[in-house]
Nanobody, 128 residues
Framework: QVQLVESGGGLVQAGDSLRLSCADS????????MGWFRQAPGKEREVLATISYSGYHTWYPDSVKGRFSISRDPAKNTVYLQMNSLKPEDTAVYYCAAGSSPITTPKEMGVMKTFGSWGQGTQVTVSS
């Protein structure tokens, strides 16, 4: 069972950067596409970035391209989300997720929102 724990959220000012981390304690991290999504009160879930198990393939929606970057460190069983030039509208709870199966591609996970497991989330608040 994939167990994901996010960290790194907090209160920052507009224009700041933040790096979120997601640690997998389930032991099957390396075989799954991983990703990040966020959800703000009253808004739909928004996928921010996904990355293949190899780390070679990524997917981003146009809304965050150039500002957010996903990476993973297999040796540490950790996925990261680097967020730059943060805006107040980036305020949300951020979740790390694993694809619904080992064959889920980054684009499928991003477009179809095919999540299998996700963590408890970490709050990111951006003040103006």
């Amino acid at each position: 069972q994939v167990q994901l724990v996010e960290s790194g959220g907090g209160l920052v000012q507009a224009g700041d950067s933040l790096r979120l981390s997601c640690a997998d304690s389930g032991g099957i991290f390396s075989t799954y596409t991983m990703g990040w999504f966020r959800q703000a009160p009253g808004k739909e879930r928004e996928v921010l970035a996904t990355i293949s198990y190899s780390g070679y393939h990524t997917w981003y929606p146009d809304s965050v391209k150039g500002r957010f970057s996903i990476s993973r460190d297999p040796a540490k069983n950790t996925v990261y989300l680097q967020m730059n030039s943060l805006k107040p509208e980036d305020t949300a709870v951020y979740y790390c997720a694993a694809g619904s199966s080992p064959i889920t591609t980054p684009k499928e996970m991003g477009v179809m929102k095919t999540f299998g497991s996700w963590g408890q989330g970490t709050q990111v608040t951006v003040s103006s």
